[in-house]
């Protein structure tokens, strides 16, 4: 029934801005120079709109719990939906860790700028449960704070442009040199920052994934995911000229830079710790969101038998994937340790799960993308409120760009190999791979000896009735 269903027009916005606002890395994208401005103008056409238009037309058509996984299961089996879901849901466990180093560098270098390193890694390891405990509430009870986290992204972009606002009209020069000369994007550049600009280009499916919570997924998943797209590359634009005209790029900090921003602009203690608090609760309720999202799908995954048991456990009130949920947070806790004694500081570590979580993050969507090919060739007859233009041709462009930047994130052609970077990250990478590939076939080959067990249980008892016969 409609009236039991837990989101909105309004939930769905919100939670998608949760989702693909990544107010954590403004600072990371902006370090590309003033170059950034038209770079989001070209990602935005060649990515970010037709990922859009492709994610709104499969979230309008395959309304079901799991979104993605859904997808994919329908497209190639649940095999492959099972290696999509282990993907999914480990990204989510390896990259949560470096939202919360980020989180407790932000929260530490802010408020408490004398506490120690370990200190902060200790803070990460609180917030990670935190999370853990806020996802597995009912989204009935859970969804205002994602609401409150949507609201609170949008005004911290509208801030930080507004930094750039206030610059000017106290008569101030750019600090940055803003020209159309600097603003010209070059190949190398393309090269070397591709990757952390399509990456805040995804995500836009993460609220398909609870579409069976929805009042009408048909209708509002599709006008959701697009106007969400415009709304980001608008807030993204902003922020980063925001940015560029009040503090020098080199004297900004991964972590701390948007309250320096914030600071210079407006000379203000308060102006500045309230941005701040703003910036802290969005990032906050960014990791409850994709938390939800891997989890939902690594619990379709697990109740499916194409991953462990343990992760197809849900919570009696709300149905959430506890099980999913508190094996991330035990990863997360563990892979913050482990990083924790290897990085120098908060930005290292940040930046280093960053690059390694990335490369994961994105195969899930060229998976995604080639099931979307094979929908819609199997599947046509599947009423599709939204048909995206071009569908079949904008996912193969999507597939590429999406490759591209992988590569990219280990090497940027033109440049040395660093292999004291890049190698532990291709380890990693393989290491993630072999354990989601070893799991799927123990798994497999327990299923095949169980319904031949079963198969055995049934002759027996065939033959017993005949000779009671």
Same mark, same amino acid.
């Given at each position: 029934m409609e009236e039991n269903k837990a989101l909105g027009k309004l939930d769905i916005v919100c939670g998608i801005i949760c989702a693909i606002l990544f107010?954590? +890395?403004?600072?990371?994208?902006?370090?590309?120079?003033?170059?950034?401005?038209?770079?989001?103008?070209?990602?935005?056409v060649v990515f970010f709109i037709p990922n859009g238009l492709v994610t709104a037309e499969l979230s309008g058509a395959y309304p079901e719990k799991g979104g993605i996984y859904g997808w994919v299961n329908k497209a190639f089996g649940s095999r492959w939906a099972g290696r999509l879901s282990w993907l999914y849901w480990i990204n989510c466990a390896l990259w949560m860790p470096s939202g919360f180093i980020w989180f407790s560098g932000a929260l530490c270098g802010a408020f408490f700028p004398d506490m120690g390193y370990l200190a902060q890694v200790a803070v990460s390891i609180v917030i990670t449960w935190v999370t853990v405990f806020v996802a597995s509430?009912?989204?009935?009870?859970?969804?205002?704070?994602?609401?409150?986290?949507?609201?609170?992204?949008?005004l911290i972009f509208l801030a930080v442009g507004a930094c750039g606002i206030a610059m000017v009209l106290q008569g101030a020069a750019p600090a940055n040199e803003l020209s159309v000369h600097t603003m010209m994007p070059t190949f190398d550049?393309?090269?070397q920052y591709l990757p952390v600009i399509v990456y805040c280009c995804c995500g836009l499916e993460v609220l398909a994934m609870s579409a069976h919570e929805m009042k009408n997924p048909r209708k509002d998943l599709p006008m959701a995911v697009i106007g969400v797209v415009i709304l980001a590359i608008a807030m993204n634009i902003f922020a980063s000229w925001g940015v560029l005209q009040t503090v020098p790029l080199e004297s900004l900090d991964l972590v701390t830079g948007i309250g320096t921003v914030a600071s210079v602009a407006f000379g203000s203690e308060l102006i500045?710790?309230?941005?701040?608090?703003?910036?802290?609760?969005?990032?906050?309720?960014?990791?409850i969101t994709w938390s939800i999202a891997g989890g939902r799908g690594a619990a379709e995954a697990g109740q499916a038998g194409e991953l462990p048991a343990v992760f197809g456990k849900e919570t009696k009130r709300g149905g959430m994937p506890v099980g999913a949920?508190?094996?991330?947070?035990?990863?997360?806790?563990?892979?913050i340790v482990v990083y924790g004694f290897m990085a120098e500081s908060a930005s290292d570590l940040f930046f280093t799960l960053l690059a390694f979580?990335?490369?994961?993050?994105?195969?899930?969507?060229?998976?995604?993308?080639?099931?979307?090919?094979?929908?819609?060739?199997?599947?046509?007859?599947?009423?599709?409120?939204?048909?995206?233009?071009?569908?079949?041709?904008?996912? +193969?462009?999507?597939?590429?760009?999406?490759?591209?930047?992988? +590569?990219?994130? +280990?090497?940027?052609?033109?440049?040395?190999?660093?292999a004291a970077y890049s190698v532990p990250i291709l380890v990693g990478l393989g290491l993630t791979l072999g354990v989601g590939e070893f799991i799927q076939r123990v798994l497999a080959r327990k299923r095949v000896e169980g319904e031949a067990q079963d198969s055995g249980r049934n002759d027996d008892q065939a033959l017993l009735v005949e000779n009671q016969g």
């Open positions: 107010a954590d +890395v403004i600072i990371s994208n902006t370090s590309i120079g003033p170059s950034v401005i038209v770079w989001w103008l070209i990602i935005g509430m009912p989204m009935t009870e859970s969804k205002w704070i994602v609401n409150l986290g949507g609201i609170a992204k949008v550049q393309g090269l500045r710790n309230m941005v701040l608090v703003l910036l802290l609760f969005g990032v906050f309720v960014q990791m949920l508190v094996i991330s947070g035990i990863v997360s806790t563990v892979t979580s990335s490369i994961i993050f994105f195969m899930p969507y060229v998976i995604m993308f080639a099931a979307y090919i094979r929908l819609k060739k199997t599947d046509a007859q599947t009423e599709r409120p939204f048909k995206a233009p071009f569908g079949v041709a904008l996912s +193969v462009v999507c597939t590429a760009v999406l490759v591209a930047a992988m +590569v990219l994130f +280990v090497w940027v052609p033109g440049q040395p190999f660093d």
